[in-house]
């Protein structure tokens, strides 16, 4: 399968505390991308990095991206409740077969304790 | 912009009958996918549409299944006869140029 694999499974942290969820590949990508899905609702588009980039960062959110291991890790820093979600990688594989197609992870479930 | 907008939220039929989802993606956007998500399988891409051509249907999992996009700002997926494994949510999800998606809240689908 081509799809992204992603570990934990499932993540439980306090407030406060960073979190770091991990992603792995098979085929050469364009990109990866960083979603997340709130219970009952639909994806919602965090971060893109590009295949020539190593590390991005948005807000309080870090994405690293290792090409040689097929490897990327979202960290989110100083988690809040509100963070509690399920966070999926997605990855737009290189190849005029595949142009434009993202296939989804599995997802981590966050829990974010108050 | 009001979103990627899908239609109905949910819907709850007879095994057999026929079911028709509805997207209406982002103005402007040239990507359009179709996903499915279940808790076995989690995300499953359907089918893609470039300008509103199918690009890759191999999602598709049966000849039950069959989607259109008659123009830049609709399309349908349609199941004919649907099965109670077809149950799931359906995501439509829009992109330009393939930056970042902005999926659709999803029609939950029961099929009883």
């Known amino acids: 399968s081509q799809q992204g694999e992603e570990d934990p499974q499932a993540l439980s942290i306090q407030e406060g505390e960073n979190a770091t969820m991990n992603c792995s590949y098979k085929?050469?990508?364009?990109?990866l991308q960083w979603y997340r899905q709130n219970s009952g609702r639909g994806l919602v588009h965090l971060i893109l990095?590009?295949?020539?980039?190593r590390e991005k960062h948005s807000g309080r959110l870090r994405v690293t991206l290792d090409t040689s291991k097929k490897s990327s890790s979202l960290l989110i820093t100083a988690s809040r409740a509100a963070d509690t979600a399920s966070y999926f990688c997605?990855?737009?594989?290189?190849?005029?077969?595949?142009?434009?197609?993202?296939?989804f992870g599995q997802g981590t479930t966050l829990q974010v304790k108050p | 912009d009001a979103g990627v907008i899908q239609s109905p939220r949910h819907e709850v039929t007879e095994m057999g009958q026929e079911v028709t989802l509805r997207c209406k993606p982002i103005?402007?956007?040239?990507?359009l996918f179709w996903y499915r998500q279940t808790m076995m399988r989690g995300l499953e891409l359907l089918i893609y549409?470039?300008?509103?051509?199918?690009?890759?249907d191999s999602g598709m999992p049966e000849d039950r299944f069959s989607a259109k996009m008659p123009n830049a700002s609709f399309s349908t997926l349609k199941i004919q006869p649907s099965e109670p494994r077809d149950s799931a949510v359906y995501f439509c999800?829009?992109?330009?140029?393939?930056?970042?998606?902005?999926f659709g809240s999803g029609t939950r689908l029961t099929v009883v």
């Open positions: 999800a829009s992109s330009f140029n393939r930056y970042g998606y902005t």
């Open positions: 085929t050469s990508i364009n990109n």
């Open positions: 990095i590009r295949s020539n980039e």
């Open positions: 997605a990855t737009d594989f290189k190849g005029s077969s595949n142009t434009g197609k993202l296939i």
């Open positions: 103005s402007g956007h040239d990507y």
């Open positions: 549409f470039n300008n509103n051509v199918p690009i890759d």
